[in-house]
């Protein structure tokens, strides 16, 4: 069964840090391209960062290129997302989501159960 | 970027009910579309890929055709753990962009 456990959310101020992780199981990790997905509180959903299965590949949503940076170790089934300087506009549920294949454009089959992000003064 | 608009953006119905829901996106997509379902509380759910091909273990009342710009998901009839949020996304090139979402009431 595929699991995807994420964590490391919080609260933190303006021009804050935080490192998300997300431990997988259940499926050969290294084989599938990897996502963050952010849902706003008004529920709208942005695809933030995708890595390729072995790293080199990685794409960034306009407005975190330069502050995020995704990251995967495939020998402990890990992907991270490292967020540097944030901002009001990046308070969201962060979902790690699997792609469905080995493409970083690939569909997310599998969704982890999301960490919350407040970025608040 | 690919901007995708999903009508209505509610839709009150009852078991039995057949529904659809429209994504449209502002290019051409061929058939790099995906459907979610979310209900309250848990991650989206795939149901589509590829506009038209239905994810394992998704039941065979859900459907989703089109290709280009318009795209529809169709529930053949309404079942009571189908209400929920539905949301398109466009996999045809970067940014990956999402509809703004369909919730599905109960009349």
């Known amino acids: 069964e595929v699991q995807l456990l994420d964590s490391g959310g919080g609260l933190v101020q303006p021009g804050g840090s935080l490192r998300l992780s997300c431990a997988a199981s259940g499926f050969s990790f290294s084989n599938y391209a990897m996502s963050w997905v952010r849902q706003t509180p008004g529920k709208r959903l942005e695809c933030v960062s995708v890595?390729?299965?072995?790293?080199?590949?990685?794409y960034y949503t306009d407005s975190v290129k330069g502050r995020f940076t995704i990251s995967r170790d495939n020998s402990k089934n890990m992907l991270y997302l490292q967020m540097n300087s944030l901002r009001d506009e990046d308070t969201a549920v962060y979902h790690c989501a699997k792609g469905r294949g080995s493409s970083i454009s690939s569909c997310h089959d599998f969704w982890g159960q999301g960490t919350l992000v407040t970025v608040s003064s | 970027d690919i901007e995708m608009t999903q009508s209505p953006s509610s839709v009150s119905a009852s078991a039995g009910d057949r529904v659809t829901i429209t994504c449209r996106a502002s290019q051409g997509i061929s058939t790099w579309l995906a459907w979610y379902q979310q209900k309250p509380g848990k991650a989206p759910k795939v149901l589509i890929y590829?506009?038209?091909t239905l994810q394992s273990g998704v039941p065979s009342r859900f459907s989703g055709s089109g290709s280009g710009t318009d795209f529809t998901l169709s529930i053949s009839s309404l079942q009571p753990e189908d209400f929920a949020t539905y949301y398109c996304q466009q996999t045809n090139s970067f940014p990956l962009t999402f509809g703004g979402g369909t919730k599905v009431e109960m009349k």
């Open positions: 590829t506009a038209s």
């Open positions: 890595i390729g299965t072995s790293g080199i590949n990685t």
